[in-house]
């Protein structure tokens, strides 16, 4: 399977202030296809997760253009340019470039 | 797109887990969506069950460590899928979703139901 690995698994943070995240995977996630399968997830306390962004950087309706996704290979990161109060929760980024699709371990944002 | 999901939140051990999830806003049987059951536990994280989907005919794929004890099955008469998982043991206790998948990521989420095992 392909292992995928967040860092940190912990950020307190400031409002107002950005906000990054790593997430790093055992092998490319960029298919023949030319698409590269990375998606990035918000889970609130109670709630499903959410999709926030897939192919790496698009970013799916209704989601605010704060939240921004980068990388390729095997080399991602989910950046919030300007952190608000509802952002709190656990973030996970997930491959689907091969089955089982597998996601990270999570990192929890909240407030300090 | 909505996926309602219904399903017993206690099972005994040994006993078979079954859950159900409707769709409303797609159909079951379409030829570009697959549709998944994961689960999520403390211990485990966010795991990748199996999933069902429809190429002119029914496809199933399922993890290796379920893939003795799981079937996932469509119903296209009520447009929804089920997930059954056999001779449960309490490390299966876990918060379980349906997703849909399209173009090899989640995009909608069942509500999750909390599955207990214990007698």
């Known amino acids: 399977d392909v292992v995928v690995t967040q860092s940190p698994l912990s950020l307190p943070v400031t409002p107002g202030q950005p906000v990054s995240i790593s997430c790093r995977s055992s092998q490319s996630l960029a298919a023949s296809d030319g698409n590269t399968y990375l998606s990035w997830f918000h889970q609130r306390p109670g709630q499903s997760p959410r999709r926030l962004i897939y192919?790496?950087?698009n970013r799916d309706s209704g989601v605010p253009d704060r939240f921004s996704g980068s990388g390729s290979g095997t080399d991602f990161t989910l950046t919030i340019s300007r952190v608000e109060a509802e952002d709190v929760g656990v973030y996970y980024c997930?491959?689907?470039?091969?089955?089982?699709?597998?996601f990270g371990q999570g990192t929890k944002v909240e407030i300090k | 797109v909505q996926l309602q999901q219904s399903g017993p939140g206690l099972v005994k051990p040994s006993q078979t887990l079954s859950l159900t999830c409707a769709i409303f806003g797609d159909s079951v049987s379409g030829n570009r969506v697959a549709w998944n059951w994961i689960r999520q536990s403390p211990s485990r994280g966010l795991e990748w069950l199996g999933r069902?989907?429809?190429?002119?005919?029914?496809?199933?794929d399922y993890a290796v460590s379920v893939k003795s004890r799981i079937t996932i099955n469509a119903d296209t008469s009520k447009n929804q899928f089920s997930l059954h998982l056999n001779s449960v043991t309490p490390d299966d206790t876990a918060v379980y979703y349906c997703?849909?998948?399209?173009?090899?990521?989640?995009?909608?989420w069942g509500q999750g139901i909390l599955v207990t095992v214990s007698s």
């Open positions: 997930m491959q689907g470039i091969q089955w089982p699709w597998t």
């Open positions: 192919m790496v950087s």
């Open positions: 997703t849909r998948g399209y173009i090899s990521s989640c995009d909608y």
């Open positions: 069902t989907y429809y190429r002119s005919k029914w496809y199933n």
